[in-house]
C-alpha cells in the first residue's frame, strides 16, 4: 500500500488498536482466482511478532476451500472515510481529495480444525463485541446449541507478516486549513462526522 509519510502509522500497536476498533475486514485470496469475504477479527498480540488475526466464516462459502497451509492472504480494514471538498481549504487553488482511515494485513492463513479452539473463538467473539452490561451473555450459551453451530463455520489464523496503516486525516495541511475541514466536517452527514471524530481522535490538532 502506498503510503505517503504525513499519513503513515509506524508502530505496530496503532495499528492493532486501528484493527480493534474497526473490526470488519475483507479478507482476499487468491488461491482459486480472486475471492473475498468481509470478516470481523480479533486480533492476539501475543502471538508472532508482527500478532495473528483470528476469524471465521460460513461453511457454505467456498472460499475457504482455497486456504491451504500457509497460504498468503490479504486483509483490508477500512475505517472513516469522506469526501473533502476544495471549498472548505480557503486557499487557491485546490484540488478535491478524500480523507480516510484503513489498514491492511499481509499474513500466512491456517484453517483452524480443532472444534475446541473454533468454539473459543465464536464465544470470545461475541464477548468482544458485545456492549458492556448486556444481559446477553455467550458464555451462558447452551452447550448443545453452540454445538449444532459450530459444524456451520469454518475457522482460521492469519499470521501476519507486514502491516500497513494510513490515516490520511489532511495532516498535510497547515493547522488553519486543517480547522477549516474540521469544522465543515462537524457540520456535515454523519459520514462526514464521523470522519471529523477519527481527525479529533487520531491526528489532533
Not at 505496530?12 to 487468491?30: H, N
Not at 475446541?116 to 446449541?145: C, F, H, I, N
Not at 459450530?150 to 497547515?174: K, M, W, Y
Not at 493547522?175 to 471529523?196: C, I, M, N, W, Y
Request: with cysteine.
Amino acid at each position: 500500500m502506498y503510503v505517503p509519510t504525513p499519513f503513515r502509522v509506524p508502530p505496530k500497536e496503532a495499528a492493532w488498536d486501528l484493527i480493534e476498533e474497526i473490526r470488519l475486514g475483507c479478507l482476499v485470496t487468491g488461491a482459486a482466482g480472486l475471492e473475498a469475504t468481509h470478516v470481523p477479527f480479533l486480533v492476539d498480540r501475543a502471538r508472532g511478532p508482527n500478532g495473528t488475526l483470528v476469524g471465521h466464516m460460513a461453511r457454505a462459502n467456498s472460499q475457504w476451500q482455497g486456504i491451504g497451509p500457509g497460504s498468503e492472504v490479504l486483509v483490508v480494514f477500512t475505517g472513516p472515510n469522506t469526501y473533502i471538498s476544495p471549498s472548505w481549504y480557503g486557499v487557491e487553488p485546490r484540488a478535491p481529495t478524500w480523507n480516510y482511515v484503513t489498514v491492511q494485513v499481509h499474513g500466512r492463513a491456517h484453517l483452524m480444525e480443532d472444534a475446541t479452539r473454533l468454539r473459543e473463538l465464536v464465544l470470545t467473539l461475541s464477548e468482544t463485541m458485545e456492549r458492556p452490561g448486556s444481559p446477553w451473555k455467550a458464555s451462558e450459551l447452551d452447550a448443545a446449541y453452540v454445538a449444532r453451530l459450530l459444524p456451520g463455520i469454518v475457522g482460521f489464523e492469519i499470521e501476519i507478516s507486514r502491516l500497513e496503516a494510513q490515516l490520511r486525516l489532511s495532516q498535510q495541511n497547515d493547522p488553519d486549513v486543517r480547522k477549516r475541514v474540521l469544522a465543515a466536517l462537524e457540520q456535515g452527514s454523519l459520514r462526514e462526522q464521523t470522519v471529523a471524530e477519527a481527525m479529533k481522535g487520531l491526528a489532533p490538532l
